[in-house]
């Protein structure tokens, strides 16, 4: 099963769509483009901006990948961790890879700029120092869990990690939304701000127990619906994850905009299977 639909190029990409789709119209509707347009990226796919190839990959993957895959319902346990606690040069790397990742989703934020100012105390050019913040709290935090992956995940140490990661960014770090929150693009309703604290505990307690990746992907996409942050919930989720495949001894998955369109598609799908979600979460920790 190959989750890498980056490798696939966008002119298999734009056929696929169109045998979905049936109709230039209807697939130059779905993008937000002009038929014209579409007609000259099947001449030329190089003129494919990279936000329109974004809009092209979610599609891809929700109508032509996400079919293919979405009976598939078995246990995922996981790729062994190894010796990766072992070897600091290597799990320095991955954290910050990692780190660098979740935080790209979000922001938009390079890899290179992530390690500028990590690595090299560089800002680069054109950085608010809010964007630092972003990366050295989530660099920072990252590597706290890891270095301390068997504290128990508990209500409060999730506030207390959310703390540390929107530190500086938004007023009520640590503290849950008091508004409703809403996602974009996505027909889902998120718990109401009065329930929040309730159905966490219930999260906990449903999820103390992790024994394999599929129970992991099953517990990020119930966390990602409680949604109980004003803001940072996607990071403070993926951080979650990092700690709890730790726990039970298997490699952590690394998701960054190379794949954010399959990672967005799966995890909502999740709400109805979330095997598929697992095995991306694996492919992504190879």
């Not at 990590?118 to 935090?141: E, G, K, M, R």
């Amino acid at each position: 099963m190959d989750f890498n639909y980056k490798n696939i190029s966008y002119t298999q990409k734009l056929r696929d769509l169109q045998n979905y789709y049936q109709t230039s119209v209807a697939f130059a509707q779905a993008l937000g483009i002009t038929r014209m347009t579409l007609v000259a990226w099947n001449d030329n796919p190089q003129k494919i901006k990279i936000k329109n190839q974004d809009k092209i990959d979610l599609l891809w993957c929700q109508y032509v990948f996400l079919p293919n895959v979405s009976n598939i319902s078995e246990v995922v346990k996981g790729i062994k961790l190894g010796d990766f606690l072992f070897e600091p040069a290597i799990m320095d790397k991955t954290l910050r890879q990692m780190a660098a990742g979740s935080l790209e989703i979000e922001t938009g934020t390079q890899e290179m700029d992530f390690n500028a100012i990590v690595l090299d105390n560089t800002v680069p050019n054109n950085f608010q120092a809010t964007s630092v913040a972003a990366v050295q709290n989530i660099h920072h935090i990252t590597q706290e869990i890891a270095q301390n992956f068997q504290t128990e995940i508990t209500l409060q140490q999730i506030k207390n990690w959310h703390k540390v990661l929107m530190r500086g960014l938004i007023n009520n770090a640590g503290e849950f939304s008091t508004k409703q929150r809403v996602l974009p693009n996505v027909n889902t309703q998120l718990t109401h701000p009065d329930d929040i604290t309730e159905e966490l505990e219930l999260w906990v307690k449903k999820y103390n127990n992790i024994q394999h990746l599929s129970d992991i992907a099953q517990s990020h996409y119930h966390f990602e619906i409680i949604h109980p942050f004003s803001d940072g919930n996607g990071r403070i989720g993926r951080l979650i994850m990092l700690a709890q495949c730790l726990q039970i001894g298997i490699k952590p998955p690394t998701i960054n905009n190379h794949n954010k369109a399959l990672y967005c598609i799966l995890l909502e799908y999740a709400k109805i299977n979330p095997t598929p979600l697992a095995y991306f979460l694996q492919a992504c920790s190879e």
